[in-house]
């Protein structure tokens, strides 16, 4: 690694090209909108783009390799620190050197999530105009976070997680790169997998950790801590070996064994829903903090959390269901780590809701029957009288309309013949349902004609 350098790593092996980026194949492929725009002259005005993806899936990168490829003015602004009057000079400056030197300006504006109404319309003349290209990123739903006008004069191109190999790919170049670690320092096995997994998809992440590392690896070895890796011949231009212990002691961070694809991933699952069923709030919390922490995805936590609040709590606390996915979108549009608190707060509520699977025990039921063969026709007044003919056939005929009969219940027969009588749901004991079970009872004796 060349010393006196300040830049991070994640920094110096920043791609030029688009050739050179790894991940996002479904946005880079030929003919893509990407590559035309980064194949477009200098003096050409491309399709403004809006990146959206979690943090560290390249958007920063592609800004800048298509900038670098095409020859183009390249600016970029922070909308956390950049306000109107920035972006109307970067506009002013953009005409000028469009209308002066024939050179057109790439725009590359980061997290415009943040951005407020006013801001985002400064931005609206350039890219009408064509003065600028304008690429932005964010990490937040567009739908949500840009205007209407902005979004509707751009083109929305969504990043993915960097997957594993492609975060190895990465971790690879930046230990072999002279602008990296320059073949200095090899990483053992586990350690590579543990960087990989540590990173959740995110390059940013996995180069910092590796950065962290490697510097404190190479700084034991200077003191001797260390032996460098060339077996029984050591010298002082062999690489220094990085293990899982040396990686974890960089990071400052425990490495749970926690593989996504394995055992492991569905043994914490496992545990993290049977704690929610079995009302274990603080268990349940546990296991979820060890998903988190060992990167897995929030949108799968997400779905998990709405499948409990369905089948473990069901009508026992029909709320259970709509917090569970007030959760899952929060997460889809503020992502991690925010996302973290509306998880904890669904799978709190969930723990200590009441429990009932009365409900998707009786559909399994039901379409068990129907399955085995075990229905009927549909009772001719329950049939559709609307189309041409139905009339001459009876359909609809005797059918009584509920909201028209005492207590909004009418006495008549719903299932088919061979199942008159037939009980798929049976409600519980606990919380809601405890009421419904009343209710149902009533409704029941009506629908029998035992009032």
Partial sequence: MARGTTAPLAVRMRPTSLDEVVGQRHLLGPGSPLRRLAAS??????????????????????????????????????????????????????????????????????????????????????????WVTLIAATTENPSFSVISPLLSRSLLLTLEPLEDADIGALVDRAIADPRGFDAGIVLEDDARAQLIRLSSGDARRALTALEAAGAHALEAAETGAVDRDDGDDATADAPVAVTAEALASAVDRA????DRQGDEHYDVISAFIKS???????????????????????????????VLAAEDVGMADPQGLVIATAAATAVQMIGMPEGRIPLAEATVYLATAPKSNRSYRGVDAAIADVRAGDFGRVPIHLRDGHYPGAKRLGHGKGYRYAHDAPHGVAEQQYLPDPLVGRRYYEPGAHGFERDVAARLERIRRILAGDR
């Fill in 276 to 306: 929610v069923r079995g009302s274990d709030p603080d268990a349940a919390l546990h296991y979820l903090a060890r998903m988190i922490e060992a990167g897995e995805d929030p949108r799968f936590i997400a779905r998990r959390i709405i």
């Fill in 41 to 130: 002259g200098d003096r050409a005005s491309g399709q403004s783009v809006i990146l959206w993806g979690p943090p560290g899936t390249g958007k920063t990168t592609l800004a800048q390799s298509i900038a670098h490829t095409s020859d183009r003015r390249f600016v970029e602004l922070s909308a956390v620190s950049a306000g109107v009057k920035d972006v109307r000079q970067v506009m002013e400056d953009s005409l000028n050197q469009r209308d002066l030197f024939g050179q057109s300006t790439v725009l590359f504006l980061d997290e415009i999530h943040r951005f407020t109404k006013a801001q985002q319309d400064a931005l609206l003349p350039g890219v009408e105009q064509g």
């Fill in 255 to 258: 490495l749970l064994r926690y």
